[in-house]
């Protein structure tokens, strides 16, 4: 058992997670982008709304999902490593990525975007951030955060505090989406172990109940050829900040 401060995050392996994780569009991550997407698109947003995506690592899905609604978009990581990785990712986005943003672009939301890779790298900044940490001074009008606040830590105290901090970055009413891997049992990133809190549905509808109104649920078994060893799905979490 070991909390999120003992983990070197700064020395998280951003090449090799990306290579196991997003070199190719899964079909979990195209079920987790077509709710995104359509949540999404049922939102009416300011021209000048500000989206926040928290542990970034090298997944940009949230971001491309927000990126027709917002003006800007913060990146929040903890890693430096991963800090470096997006930004030098936004500067030139990589082909992958292409996969993913076909999805999006089923919508026409999307497809209004003109040049998506510039529109991503003008809108978007990296920022140092840890979820944990103190409550911000500043509040964001959307915001994402995948795969975060169950897969930085064993701790449940600091999954809650990973959740409430998490909402306390958005301002209330603010639509927000959140996915986690169910019953995790931790992960290898680059020969390295990092931490999961093995949670389940049950567990997030008890942490959200207070911090949530208007949530959806969804939850998906693992495919035939699953991600990752030891974890029995994943779920997703949309709504609305109380
Ligand atoms: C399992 S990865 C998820 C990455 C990405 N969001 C995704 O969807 O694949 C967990 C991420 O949380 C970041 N992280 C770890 N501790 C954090 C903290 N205290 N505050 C913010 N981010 C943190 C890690 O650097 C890593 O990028």
Redesign the pocket.
């Known amino acids: 058992m070991a909390g999120?401060a003992a983990y070197d995050?700064d020395a998280?392996d951003s090449d090799d997670?990306l290579a196991h994780?997003?070199a190719e569009l899964h079909d979990e991550d195209r079920r987790i982008l077509e709710i995104v997407r359509d949540f999404l698109c049922g939102q009416s947003f300011d021209a000048d709304t500000r989206g926040v995506d928290?542990?970034?690592?090298?997944?940009l899905y949230?971001a491309l999902a927000m990126l027709p609604f917002c003006d800007r978009i913060s990146l929040?990581?903890?890693?430096e490593a991963?800090r470096r990785w997006l930004s030098s990712q936004l500067r030139c986005c990589s082909e992958n990525w292409d996969r993913f943003w076909r999805v999006l672009a089923e919508r026409e939301a999307y497809r209004t975007v003109d040049r998506p890779r510039d529109c991503l790298y003008r809108r978007t900044s990296v920022q140092k951030?840890?979820?944990?940490?103190s409550v911000p001074d500043t509040q964001w009008d959307l915001g994402t955060?995948?795969?975060?606040a169950e897969?930085?830590t064993t701790f449940r105290e600091e999954f809650t505090t990973a959740l409430q901090r998490f909402c306390s970055l958005l301002k209330p009413g603010a639509p927000f989406v959140m996915?986690f891997m169910e019953n995790s049992k931790g992960?290898e990133v680059g020969g390295r172990h990092?931490p999961a809190l093995g949670i389940d549905m049950g567990d997030l509808r008890d942490e959200m109940c207070g911090l949530g109104y208007g949530m959806e649920f969804h939850r998906f078994g693992v495919g035939p050829e699953p991600l990752r060893d030891g974890y029995s799905g994943m779920i997703l979490v949309h709504g609305y900040v109380k």
């Open positions: 999120n995050w998280f997670y994780n997003y928290v542990g970034t690592g090298t997944n949230p929040l990581e903890l890693s991963n951030w840890d979820i944990l940490g955060m995948f795969f975060v897969s930085i996915t992960y990092f």
